[in-house]
């Protein structure tokens, strides 16, 4: 049994949708089908909303588009039979939305709550409508399977309660396709909407995979695979035949976006492949991504670029204590809930820096002046200081360590070029080289680097 994931601009149009019903009407045996809102909708329904906390009663047309958007697909799409049923459906949906527009506007206050109920509608019609667009298939709602927990101040899947859910609610074998929304979900304690964060519907269907052990993951997109760089901003990427779960995990989580980095780990962990696959090309080989450490090629997998980091040093002359120093400074950013990318530390003796992401940056501050207060007053260290502005370029394969010198050859590339490399993590990860440069200089970096790794 496979699960099949489709994004936002693969349910974006009456034609993209055509292309899904094609490719999951012929498959061979019945599946999940995850779906996204359709394309752009999710920020459209975040932009009004900020609108209509601001007292802009805009909402009212931007509802009625969204309403003609989704009527013009039932009606191009689902038998003639079912549009009626259909279309009462949305309509329902729709109006509950507009009453929450209504009372945002009136109170002119949008919390965090009331935006996730908002932002659910997304995939909530999508999923209605996919499933009566296919041939044999039913609709489940995602919010009775779907359950999230607090963590420090963000939503993550509720991993043990999802999975006994998600088995209950799918009893294997299927007799008949499956479609569901992605992203969206319940917190496991108040009932609440929740979702999984942008981009989340990939994780989705990675969890319903991985709960219900199927055969692959395919992640149905609109580009031809995973490419060795972001195909935006590099025009000659070119798509990736297969990898690795390490090296698809690291290239996501240093901003490769065909991937939401929390989606591999639940699928590695049950060894289930990944098949990255374009929607609007179904014949293209797409890429390969399965625990394959023995098909390594000699080449560099890709590169990947995440903006908005800082660097958070602690400095002082550190020479007596610096593992200590190192090991309390992780273990205070892990209590706390922030994430470090990477560890750079030129000089052991004199400075330890931490790369984080801009969101967590003060906070950074403040739990490492915290922590140590007393190296602060006894002038062991002297300070605890911040570098805004910067990007990481992540230069990504398995034992990448193999490739001797590649780091000080990257380097050099970049500064050549008159590139400031503010520093250089090579070697702490067995499958990362990661490079901090300033974010003004991360489109031109990573087309220094990519044309030096492929040519
Ligand atoms: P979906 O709506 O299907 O979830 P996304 O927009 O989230 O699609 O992800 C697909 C996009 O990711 C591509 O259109 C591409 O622009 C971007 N992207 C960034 N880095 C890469 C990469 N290394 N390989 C392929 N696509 C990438
Ligand atoms: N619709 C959501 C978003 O736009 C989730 C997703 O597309 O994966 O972020
Ligand atoms: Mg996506």
């Not at 055509?18 to 975040?46: C, F, M, W």
């Not at 049923?85 to 002119?108: H, N, S």
């Not at 269907?205 to 997109?221: H, M, Q, V, Y």
Request: hydrophobic share 40%; proline share 3%.
């Amino acid at each position: 049994m496979k699960v099949l994931k489709f994004g936002g601009t693969s349910v974006g149009t009456v034609g993209s949708l055509s292309n899904l019903k094609s490719i999951v009407d012929s498959l061979e045996e019945p599946a999940v089908v995850v779906v996204s809102a359709l394309g752009g909708l999710t920020d459209r329904l975040i932009a009004t909303a900020r609108a209509a906390s601001e007292g802009d009663s805009s909402f009212r047309s931007s509802v009625a588009e969204m309403a003609t958007r989704h009527f013009d697909i039932i009606d191009a799409l689902v038998p003639q039979s079912r549009r009626e049923a259909v279309r009462e459906v949305i309509a329902e949906l729709l109006a509950g939305l507009e009453d929450i527009y209504t009372g945002v506007a009136l109170i002119r206050e949008l919390s965090e709550k009331t935006l996730s109920r908002i932002v659910s509608f997304g995939e909530r019609m999508s999923s209605v409508i996919v499933a009566e667009i296919l041939d044999n298939a039913e609709h489940r709602d995602s919010l009775t399977f779907m359950r999230t927990e607090k963590w420090f101040n963000r939503d993550i899947a509720a991993r043990q309660l999802t999975d006994d859910l998600i088995r209950e609610a799918f009893p294997l074998p299927l007799t008949r396709t499956v479609v569901t929304g992605g992203f969206i979900s319940l917190d496991k304690d108040t009932g609440e909407i929740t979702n999984l964060g942008r981009g989340g519907s990939d994780y989705t269907a990675a969890l319903i995979a991985a709960a219900l052990d199927a055969d692959s993951l395919e992640i149905w997109t609109d580009v031809d695979g995973f490419m060795t760089a972001d195909p935006r901003v590099i025009r000659d990427a070119r798509v990736i035949e297969s990898m690795s779960f390490i090296e698809s995990m690291e290239l996501c989580s240093f901003g490769a976006k065909v991937i939401y980095p929390p989606t591999i780990y639940p699928v590695f962990h049950k060894n289930i492949p990944i098949r990255i696959l374009n929607t609007f090309n179904p014949s293209a080989p797409g890429t390969l991504i399965t625990d394959s450490s023995e098909n390594l090629s000699s080449d560099v997998r890709g590169v990947s670029s995440v903006k908005n980091t800082c660097m958070v040093s602690v400095s002082g002359s550190l020479t007596s204590n610096v593992a200590q120093i190192n090991s309390r400074s992780y273990n205070a950013m892990a209590r706390n809930g922030v994430s470090i990318f990477l560890v750079a530390q030129p000089n052991a003796a004199t400075s330890f820096s931490m790369a984080v992401s801009e969101l967590d940056a003060d906070r950074a501050v403040e739990i490492l002046s915290r922590e140590f207060a007393p190296e602060l007053q006894n002038g062991e260290v002297t300070g605890v200081s911040i570098e805004r502005d910067l990007s990481v370029i992540a230069v990504v394969r398995e034992s990448i360590k193999e490739i001797r010198g590649l780091g000080a050859r990257l380097v050099n590339t970049l500064q050549r070029e008159g590139i400031a490399v503010k520093a250089v993590s090579d070697g702490a990860s067995e499958s990362t080289i990661a490079i901090i440069t300033s974010a003004s200089d991360t489109d031109r970096s990573l087309c220094l680097i990519h044309t030096a790794c492929f040519g």
